[in-house]
């Protein structure tokens, strides 16, 4: 069955470090994957998006994320983080099965908290 | 151009009540899903209308219901409410196509007591 694993639940990153959220996604094909972050109190904003072509995707709020089918792996990252980015991170892949034709799944999610 | 609207923001409602939760989405978008966010079980899929069609559906109970107008505005309604109901309800709108994002409202926070 298609879906995507987030093997982190929480992070702890000190501002200024580096942060990479790890997606991996179970699917035979190409799958659409998505990154989207959720700020306490607020809805889901999405942050990149992969279909096909460059592996290395750039996404909004200097986040960015590459596709490694080798790997089924569509990790996320940041190369300094923000007292901002303190939030809660999901990856999502399209469902293209007969009874879940483009249907969005989402992992559990990673909350990264970070400290001064 | 305005962002997904849903109304309320935060409801307090009884065991045994019934609720209705609306969502407006991006002007031009087509299909709205729903969503329930729960700390144990995370963003589960409720469903999915597209042009006042029932697309998609996800694993809920038949008290989990809703419907689309003809200007693309959506309502769920929860009926006999459970008090593990209590949630935050999520709405997003998109085209339609595959490949095209969902963009999400803030929600509606449920409390069931």
């Known amino acids: 069955a298609q879906s995507v694993t987030q093997p982190d639940i929480h992070i702890t990153v000190s501002e200024g470090a580096s942060l990479e959220l790890r997606c991996n996604y179970s699917y035979g094909a190409t799958p659409y994957l998505f990154w989207y972050v959720q700020s306490p109190g607020q809805g889901l904003q999405l942050l990149l998006k992969y279909f096909s072509g460059d592996t290395l995707v750039q996404g909004i709020k200097g986040f960015e994320a590459e596709f490694k089918r080798s790997q089924s792996s569509f990790n996320l990252r940041k190369p300094s983080v923000h007292w901002s980015d303190a939030a809660e991170y999901f990856c999502?892949?399209?469902?293209?099965?007969?009874?879940?034709?483009?249907?969005?799944?989402f992992g559990a999610g990673t909350q990264v908290v970070v400290t001064p | 151009k305005a962002g997904v609207t849903q109304t309320p923001r935060y409801l307090i409602k009884t065991r045994g009540q019934q609720v209705t939760l609306s969502c407006s989405p991006i002007?031009?978008?087509?299909?709205v899903s729903w969503y329930q966010q729960t700390p144990g079980q995370g963003l589960q899929f409720l469903f999915e209308?597209?042009?006042?069609?029932?697309?998609n559906k996800g694993n809920f109970p038949g008290r989990f219901s809703g419907r689309q107008f003809s200007n693309s505005r959506s309502e769920m309604n929860v009926s006999t409410l459970e008090l593990g109901d209590s949630a935050l309800y999520l709405c997003?709108?998109?085209?339609?196509?595959?490949?095209?994002?969902?963009?999400f409202g803030n929600g509606t926070r449920l409390t069931v007591t």
């Open positions: 209308y597209f042009s006042e069609t029932q697309r």
């Open positions: 997003a709108s998109s085209t339609g196509e595959l490949r095209t994002p969902l963009h």
């Open positions: 999502a892949v399209v469902l293209m099965t007969t009874d879940s034709w483009g249907k969005l799944q």
């Open positions: 002007s031009g978008h087509r299909s």
